[in-house]
Every structure is written in structure tokens, then in C-alpha cells.
């Protein structure tokens, strides 16, 4: 079993940074990808950003890139999601998961973290 912890979502204004983390612990736990979704209210979850074990496979959606950047510490089983210059519009719940490859679907991932808040205040 693996179980994702995500923390580090809040209230910010809009221009601002945040960064996000997701630790992952539990015997499952082995070499896996990992990802970020995010679900704003009233719409479908969408993929944000993905990274491989090894750091070589790293995809982040398209409308995204250039202010979203993911990375993780292998060291510490530890996702991260850095985000820049905020917007409104970022405003969702934001999930961790993690699973076999880096994917933009979501049922190809395995485990989900309970997700964590963030509010980007205009």
C-alpha cells in the first residue's frame, strides 16, 4: 500500500508563488511516477504535471509550462510542485498521485493523495 500526502496549498493573491509538496510513504512504494491533477469547482479533474522515477520523463500541461514546474527528492520520496505568478483561474484542489509512467490520464495512476487547497485571491 502507498499512501500520498500532499501539503503546502493556501490562500495567496494573484502574482504570487507557492509550492507544493507530496510525500509518499508505504511498502508499495517503488520507483514510481508521479503526478499532479487539480479539479477547480464545477469542472473535471486535469493533469497538471508529471515526473519520472529518474527524473527523465517530464511532462507538464501545455497551458501551464513556463509557470509550473514539477521536481521530486528521491531521497525523501517526495514530490513537488512549484508555481509561479499565480492566477484566479488556478484555484482547485490539487492531488498527488503516483503510478507506473508519466501519464496525462488520470486512471493510469495507481494512488491518489486526499489533496490539498489552493485559492488564488484577485
Known amino acids: 500500500q502507498v499512501q500520498l500526502v500532499e501539503s503546502g496549498g493556501k490562500l495567496v493573491q494573484a502574482g504570487n508563488s507557492l509550492r507544493l509538496s507530496c510525500a509518499a510513504s508505504g511498502a508499495g512504494f517503488n520507483r514510481d511516477a508521479m503526478g499532479w491533477f487539480r479539479q477547480a469547482p464545477g469542472k473535471e479533474r486535469e493533469f497538471v504535471a508529471g515526473?519520472?522515477?529518474?527524473?527523465?520523463?517530464?511532462d507538464v500541461a501545455d497551458s501551464l509550462r513556463g509557470r509550473f514546474t514539477i521536481s521530486r527528492d528521491n531521497g525523501l520520496n517526495t514530490v513537488y510542485l512549484q508555481m509561479l505568478r499565480l492566477r484566479p483561474e488556478d484555484t482547485a484542489t490539487y492531488y498527488c498521485?503516483?503510478?507506473?509512467?508519466?501519464?496525462?490520464?488520470?486512471?493510469?495512476?495507481?494512488?491518489w493523495g486526499r489533496g490539498t487547497q489552493v485559492t488564488v485571491s484577485s
Open positions: 515526473i519520472s522515477w529518474g527524473r527523465y520523463t517530464v
Open positions: 498521485a503516483a503510478g507506473p509512467l508519466v501519464t496525462r490520464t488520470e486512471g493510469e495512476y495507481v494512488y
